[in-house]
């Protein structure tokens, strides 16, 4: 660690400068930015990221689904890189850090080697992901998703969106559809990946903790759900005969969140989706449809969670003389990110004199997907009351730099000096 | 009662044809009605009623707000007249019974006195009243709260539709604007009046019974209730630090029905309509909006039910972390029918032979209104599955010409025999 012994440290104000100047494109009256994946917006965000790699002096290269890599050579020709990155595509109204921190945090490490003329034994790299947010094509996190081979790149570049342009040419219009083939890295697949990223959770603000060193990603499962009963007539129906579904549905609900508490502390319940029929103040609702999206750090915690739900819905919906449905729309196993990169994150950290503690990523992240093909870790810096995917999204300079620091000093730890 | 003794009868046939005649005005291709309040729907309906009215013999007269009156002499100068009457205006998706049965069955009451050349000492009338429904305009139950003083004659011919028309131009433009004030019946107030309707509940097809003396009908209380919390990302925001709107909404829509239950048998809560805000599958609700419709037969009950329901969604709320706030909007007293008229309704359907129970109405009619002025009663028949304000409304003619036969005889045990 003679980096670390040498103080070596990234520029806090350079990153934040990056950060506004970036926000600057698609940015919102109301201080948010909208850059929505391959959009005119999303063209010129990523020209100007391309343009600070050409000026780092990276090696700018594209892949079929419009993945950027910037590459900085190393010494030792058989090493494989060691990479980092994020996505800087925006929901409509989304912040100016959800993935802009983690590219932009990656080629302020690239410039803080540069300033200080430090070579590393294997390359670095910094990407940024097509189509993370996932709002405009979906399936979300798009470009590590074709990346890893989860997804096609043939079937990803013929996904329409609500207007029924293709990924495909959408890719052709902007510029960005490369010729490198999905996967494909010069030297071999990537030896080590980290992204940095602001939590989008309360947690490390109600610890007050700089650093959250993420230990994996939730796994997911989303579910539609409807509850039948029988529309009525508020006034005439009394309480023993009716077939309330709002009622039935109330209860689910409820078990959603018991059944979450249950799985303390990783288990996650939310029904954040609810459509009434026929909604009218004075009808009992005779259907309602609503969404169930459970979280979970272990496969087995989830099956045990959607066991509890089926059980316990057939029991609520019968009590209430309803009947229900529910369809598993989603489906996100866990992920344990590799112990080497989480270590790396940690030893940084502690090096660094920066508080720390281990977090697990209730959200996906393209790193989820990395971590299947290559050794990943995640670092979370916090943002202001939790909040992101919002226009208030908000994060401070010195809580970036400290992740950016911790990312500077994972990746010199996996690529080495010269 | 020598008129039950001769086995006086209404013509069932007669009644249901003219249910269906006046049905066509307006049908819908569902087997539904579509005949709002002073559309040109309503007018025709209008005209067809006043025609059979005419037809009958009756004098008509109109009053200001386009209340249609059909009077039928008495042989005794002094006595006031005993009515009997109901609405012919529908819901845009409504059936062919509701308010109709209640005119018609009176009409029919009126032509089967001719047929009979029976003569009453005291005056007879058949009444439709403007804008029961309250579809197009507000407030419902509009002609007959004008008719007895909750509403100013001017005030309600000043209200206007969603497109800006004025219910006074509207009644003028249909021809049913009458020179009659509001209230003036004459002679002197009703003696009695008598409304039969489809019980728009399950209570009698339930009990299997043709015929329901109605005691009274529940007083309502309706609410607008907001509980806020604070959106989140339904991944990273662990459960003890949510402020999730939906479960506290959740929790107190069951408060709703347990509040109702503990006023057995006639204490109702529904939540009827909600919205949920963003209302995105992954993001925790922020803010829930619903309303709660609560009856009850007795002021105190209605009390401790608002009383409690504050209690409960106050400390519901405190729980999740949210705040909720609760708006009353709707009130009515709750009402009960005037002992001699619920008795001689009660006594004819004995006296015909008809298995009868006593009920209360849970929705709002004409009826409640007229209470307020003169001894009211009323008689319930059953309607299919309890459905109304629906395409689908039906009721067996049988149970209808019951209903009429009820009708009859307890305005001639009000009115007398010459």
Known sequence: MNTMATGLRIDGDRLWQSLMDLAR???????GVCRIALTDEDRAGRDQVVQWMREAGLAVR????????GRRAGTDPAARAVATGSHIDTQPTGGKFDGNYGVLAGLEVMRTLNAHGIQTLAPLEVVFWTNEE????????????????????????????GAGLRVGAELER?????????GDVPGGPFAAYFEAHIEQGPVLEAYDMPIGVVSGALGQQWYDVTVSGMDAHAGPTPME??????????????AVNRIAHDEAPHGRGTVGHMQVLPNSR???????????????????????????????????????????????????????????????????????????????????????????VAPTGMIFVPCKDGI????????????????????LHAMLARAGLA
């Open 25 to 31: 494109i698609g940015a919102t009256p109301k201080g």
């Open 62 to 69: 594209i892949d079929e689904v419009g993945n950027v890599f």
């Open 134 to 161: 996932g709002t405009r094509f979906t399936p979300v996190m798009m470009g590590s998703g074709a990346f890893v081979g989860v997804f096609g790149a043939e079937d990803v570049r013929l996904q329409q969106d």
């Open 174 to 182: 902007i510029g960005y559809r490369g010729d490198v083939a999905c």
């Open 241 to 254: 005969l009716r077939h309330d579904a709002m009622l039935a549905a109330a209860r689910m609900v409820d």
């Open 282 to 372: 004075n009808v009992i609702p005779g259907q309602v449809k609503f969404t169930v999206d459970f979280r979970n750090l272990s496969q087995d915690g989830l099956d045990r969670m959607d066991r509890i739900m089926h059980d316990q819905f057939a029991q609520l919906a019968a009590r209430c003389r309803c009947t229900v449905e529910m369809e598993q729309v989603v489906k996100f196993a866990p992920c344990h990110f590799h112990p080497d990169c989480v270590d790396s994150v940690r030893n940084a950290a502690e090096q660094l004199g920066y508080a720390h503690m281990e977090v697990v990523s209730g959200a996906g992240h393209d790193a989820v997907y990395i971590n299947s």
């Open 388 to 407: 992101s995917h919002n226009e208030i999204e908000d994060a401070k300079a010195e809580h970036l730099s400290a992740g950016c620091n911790v990312l």
